[in-house]
């Protein structure tokens, strides 16, 4: 059994009994492999979704399951044609990840980062160089994401940012899932 992150992007202008229905019946039917749930509730996205304008809402719920190869192509073809999923990723968990809580992560990051700017000196970052931060690599953790990417939307290189190999791997591999999902530009308008 593998661990994954399961990422519903929800029709924003559907009615909440209607999503609400959508997400129990799932829980019902996926009740064993589900390990926990952090609903994100409506955020604002980066691009419009199925090419229609202005339609850069969402209501983002992620699921931590623990699944085998049968029972993910199971829940995935759960949301294959439901109308009220925009869209939906499945993430697989590496084993030192840990399923973090969208609001919980964005209060912790904002507590670190603001005693951190006050001990920085000069434009070099380091954060995740330090062994007890690399567990908040995360693509919930926007506000840290963001300060990896340079001007023109590129990611920092590592001779910049001073990580491990393994390290800015990782990190870019968040990067490019935030980027999926909608939390992060790709480039500049």
Known sequence: MQKYELV????????????????S????NFKDNILAKDD???????????????????YFVSYHINADANKLNEIRKNFLYANLVVRYDVFKMW???????FDKLQKELEKIIDSRDDKRFGNKISFFSLDDNSKYINWKAVVILKKYITRFWNIKPRKYTKNLVRVQK????????ARTLGLLEFSRK
């Open 170 to 177: 990782k990190l870019r591999r968040e990067i490019i899932r």
């Open 8 to 23: 519903l992007l929800l029709d924003y202008q559907a009615q909440d009994t209607t999503r609400k229905d959508l997400l």
């Open 40 to 58: 994100m509730w409506l955020q604002e996205m980066s691009h419009d979704m199925k090419g229609k304008k202005w339609n850069n809402r969402a």
């Open 25 to 28: 019946k799932f829980e019902s």
């Open 95 to 101: 084993n030192e990840q840990t399923f973090f809580e």
